[in-house]
C-alpha cells in the first residue's frame, strides 16, 4: 500500500517518539505574480518561469509531460545568459519522464507542490541499459527513464520548500513482484556524465524502485532529503551514488524498503570493464528506517571499486544492519579505505554484516577469476540497543577481507539474542574496546590501540557552499 505524506508524518511522529504558450516564456515578461520564495545553491539564476507558462495544469489528472519538456527545451537558451529556474506553484503536477537538456538550471517546488508520476507505462520512454551494468536490473534491455532525468549537464539544482515527488509506486511493485515488466522500473531521480550537482529539500514519496541516482557524476550535493516509502516495497533504495566522485549526502531522514543509502560502481564484467569508481564520498547526519536493509551499503554492484567513504552521525532505527559490505566471487573491484563513527543504532538484526557471497549476476559470461578486494573497514564510536547478533562478517575462502579494525563499540543484546553473537569466517583485523568480546579473527588489541582510523583532511565537496537566491514579488 502506497504511504501518503499526512500517513507518514503520524507515522515517523510514533517512531521517533520512541496557462499559456511557450512563446511567452521571457524572462521578467509575465504577468503571473509569483508569492515571495527563496533557497540555497550553488548559483542564483537570472531567468525564471512557472510551468503554467508553458500550458501546465496542476488538477492531478491532466498530464503535464508536454508542459514540462517545453519548459525544458524553452529555458535552454539561458545556459549562457544567467541560468534560468523553472518554478513548480502549489498543484498536483501529473506528469510521466521529462529531461532536464540545459546547464545552469534549478528545478523549485513549492512547498504545496506534488510531481504525481503517471502510472501507464506506455507513457515511459525505454532508455539503454546502464554501460556499466549491461542489462537492466530488474529484466534484460533496457529502462524507463527515470521522473527526472538529464546527462551532460554542470549546474544542476532540484531543490524547493519541501515540494514533493510522488512515484505512485505501488503499481510498479505489483507488476514487478509479479514478473510482468519487460524493463527495469523508473526512479525518481537520475542524472548521469553531470558535475556541479544538488538535490535538496524535497520529499520524495513511493518511488516505483530506487529514488536519487547519480551516476558517472562528480561534485554532487544530497542534502535535506526525506524519503519514504513502505518498508515492504521492492528496491526503493534511498539514496545510491554510482561510479560517482565527490559526493556529499547529509541531513536526509529515510524510510526504505531497501538500503538507505547504496554506493554503487557497476556490475560484475560490464562494471569491470567500465572501470569508474566511487571515492570520496561523504555521509553523514543520516536518519534511517530500513528492517529488511541496510543504513548504509557498499556493494552490491561494486566492480569498478568503491574507496574513501567517509560516514559519522547515523542513526539507525529498526533498520536489519547499520553498515553491510556485499560483494561476491565474479565482481572483482575493491571496497577500501572505509571510514564510519559516531553511529547509533536502536533495535538492530546486525550491527555489522560483511559477505563474500551475495551472488546474483547480470548473466553467465562474468569472471569467476574475479575476486573483490575488501581491505581497511575502519568502525569506531558507535552505540546499539536491541541488536540480536553483533556481527556477521563472511570473507572469501581463499581471499579474506582484512584490515577490518573496530574500536569504542559497545552493543546491547535484545532479550531473544542470539547465543553466538559474533559470526567471522575468512576476515582479518583487530579490535579494541568492543562489547560483547568479538570473534577470535578479530583479537582485542587492548591498549596497543585506542581507536580505528578516521581522516583529518577534507575532501573539496566539504567546501561547497550554497548562496541564498531570493525571489521575492518577482514578475515573471
Known sequence: MEVTAAVWVCL?????????????VEARKKSLKLDSFEFT??????????ITDFGGVGDGNTSNTKAFQAAMDSLAKY????????YIPPGRWLTSSFNITSSHFTLYLDQDAVLLAAQDENEWPVIEPLPSYGRGRDADGGRYSSL???TNLTDVVITGANGTLDGQGELWWKKYRAGQLNYTRPYLIELMYSSEIQISNLTLLNSPSWNVHPVYCTNTLVKGLTILAPVTSANTDGINPDSCTNTRIEDCFIVSGDDCVAVKSGWDEYGIAYGMPTK????????CISPFSAAIALGSEMSGGIEDVRAEDITAINTESGVRIKTAVGRGG???????????????KWAFWMTGNYGSHPDNN?????????????YRDMVAENVSMAAKLEGIGGDPFTGICISNVTI???????????NCTDIAGVTSSVTPQPCDLLPDQGEKQTSCNFPDDTLAIEEVEAHACSYSKRYL
Open 280 to 287: 570520496h564520498l561523504v555521509i553523514r547526519r543520516l536518519t
Open 366 to 378: 562474468y569472471d569467476p577469476n574475479a575476486i573483490p578486494v575488501v581491505e581497511n573497514i575502519n
Open 334 to 348: 575493491y571496497v577500501k579505505d572505509i571510514y564510519v563513527r559516531r553511529f547509533t543504532m536502536k533495535t538492530m
Open 412 to 422: 546491547g543484546l535484545a532479550e531473544k539474542a542470539k547465543k553466538l553473537q559474533w
Open 148 to 150: 527526472i532525468f538529464g
Open 41 to 50: 545553491g550553488r548559483d542564483c539564476r537570472a531567468n525564471v518561469a512557472s
Open 12 to 24: 515517523l511522529a510514533l517512531v521517533i517518539a520512541g496557462g499559456s504558450s511557450s512563446s511567452s
Open 79 to 86: 545556459s549562457a545568459e544567467g541560468g534560468s529556474l523553472l
